[in-house]
């Protein structure tokens, strides 16, 4: 799958929580938090399209939009992309520089901890 822009994460985030929308639901819904003209959002939508992020049906004289992926397979593959590129696939070395800028809190450590006493007792 193609890389999510943040414009089309918004879009996909809307289409996640309310499900399929029509241009002007979309256009609507986004407008204060974005300022984004139709146009704009209908160039997003056919991008979106292309990249197999949505898929549409037309009623009428509307497109009405629903998302393709998950939001789960999308994180995935962003994290899996981002874990790639900055840090050559290694988890420990992106843990690592996380904990050394100090933004993993305390809680954020004791996810961690128990998460790998888990993956421990599942490997044993």
Do not use: C
């Given at each position: 799958?193609?890389?999510?822009?943040?414009?089309?994460?918004?879009?996909?985030?809307?289409?996640?929580?309310?499900?399929?929308?029509?241009?002007?639901?979309?256009?609507?819904?986004?407008?204060?938090?974005?300022?984004?003209?139709?146009?704009?959002?209908?160039?997003?939508?056919?991008?979106?399209?292309?990249?197999?992020?949505?898929?549409?049906?037309?009623?009428?004289?509307?497109?009405?939009?629903?998302?393709?992926?998950?939001?789960?397979?999308?994180?995935?593959?962003?994290?899996?992309?981002?874990l790639q590129k900055?840090y050559h696939g290694?988890?420990?070395?992106?843990?690592?520089?996380?904990?050394?800028?100090?933004?993993?809190?305390?809680?954020?450590?004791?996810?961690?901890?128990?998460?790998?006493?888990?993956?421990?007792?599942?490997?044993?």
């Amino acid at each position: 799958m193609n890389h999510i822009t943040e414009s089309e994460q918004k879009i996909l985030r809307l289409l996640w929580e309310e499900g399929t929308l029509s241009t002007m639901q979309i256009v609507e819904r986004l407008e204060e938090e974005t300022g984004w003209s139709k146009h704009a959002v209908i160039s997003f939508l056919k991008r979106m399209e292309a990249k197999g992020f949505v898929t549409y049906e037309t009623r009428g004289r509307a497109k009405y939009y629903t998302p393709v992926p998950s939001q789960e397979l999308v994180a995935r593959q962003e994290r899996d992309s981002v874990l790639q590129k900055f840090y050559h696939g290694k988890l420990g070395l992106m843990v690592s520089s996380m904990a050394e800028e100090n933004s993993l809190t305390e809680e954020d450590i004791q996810d961690l901890r128990k998460l790998l006493d888990d993956l421990q007792e599942s490997g044993d």
